[in-house]
């Protein structure tokens, strides 16, 4: 298995990062292929491994998948009828999969569409009951067995009204999908409006669907006959964005980020800026760089426009190297601070409280040998291990590669002492 070996301190690294498109829009756009009579061209593609796995499940259900990694494109086409079984192989490896529900029941409402539930993962519980009560609404039934969820309708799928108990992403991904081809208009409220999920809303009108804003977290879905074929370019991966921007921020360094629309960081630039960072945008780039005395802060993760979970971890490893006390509260996920204690392997002394961090910043980190267990840990461990004195080691950077295309290119390109071995 790959390792990533860090030398360290990395001090004020300078350079220019070119962000990559966001997974999270690329996973449902796939996804939402199952949907279209035709082809789709999706450009900006991120091929990461989660991308891949995407693929192969499309594949898996009946989809033709082109793909050129050096033009960044992928076209999917769907000639035929699709199998209805998404095999649990696919979805224990990748949440997304789930991702699959909405559109197959768009497509196929009278058919048994049989999907592996993914059960839970290291971020913690990750249900999809809100996914299945939406599907309820437009009256389709569910049943469970031997771990596959079946859903079905007996006439078809008609236009209500559903109302998200909390905010979920791919709970909205997937309700808008089973949504387009309804008899009659359905109304979501309290659906997330993170960029990722508007990407998937501006794609689909481009392409026939109906899809209305009648506030900010809630819309109208009419109903359509069909959609035949669209094209579109991912949005740049505001996650990967920040963790660059981290990079500059713990070696007290310049780093300008290029494809990413800074609107979609704004709290991650305040709270950036309340550090003490300068930060400059423009229409497609950020700019950090730092001269001002550095301060500690509070903060509280929330679905967008608040700060993101997927950002926490990253900023968690850079807080350990400000002075001061910081906090930090998670409200999305129950298991989201696991850098914590391989950051503090590192000589950060970071305690947790049921959903909260207590950071004691301090100016020296030490480097070790260290193991990531999900996708952002791995970066923030990274983040660590740049900062600290010496060499470490990063196990089980599989992880990592799930969703940061070409990532020990882009770092070495910037001047990060980063090698791996097998
Ligand atoms: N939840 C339920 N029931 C549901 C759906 C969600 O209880 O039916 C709960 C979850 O257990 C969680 C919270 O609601 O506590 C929010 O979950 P959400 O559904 O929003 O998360 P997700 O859609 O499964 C996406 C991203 C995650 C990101 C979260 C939060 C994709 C493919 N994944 O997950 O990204 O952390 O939104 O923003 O878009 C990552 O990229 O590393 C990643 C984990």
Redesign the pocket.
Known sequence: MKKFIIKGPNKAIKGEVNISGA??SC?PLMAASILFKNKITLKNVPFVKDVFTMKDLLVSLGAKVYFSESKKIMIISNKNNHKLTVPYNLVSTM??GVLTMGPLLARYPQKRIKVALGGGCA?????????LAGFKSLGAKNSLNSGYVNITTNRGLIGNKYKFP??????TSNLIMASIFIKGTHYLKNI?I?P?VIDLINFLNNSGAKIKFLGKRSIKIKGVKELLSGSHTIIGDR?EAFSYLCVGAITNGKIKINNINPNHLLSEINILKKIGYNIETKINSIKISSKNKLKAINLRTG?FPNF???NMPLLLAVLTTVKGKSQIEET???NRFMAAPELNRMGANISIKKNKAIIIGQKKLNAADCISSD??TTFSIILGAIAASGSSTISRIYHGLR?YYNLELKLKKIGIQITSKS
């Open positions: 997974k999270n996973l949440r997304a971020l913690g519980v990750r249900d999809t009951n809100w996914h909390k905010v979920t992403v791919t709970g997330s993170e990722e996650i679905p993101a979970t997927d999305i996920f129950s996708l952002r969703g």
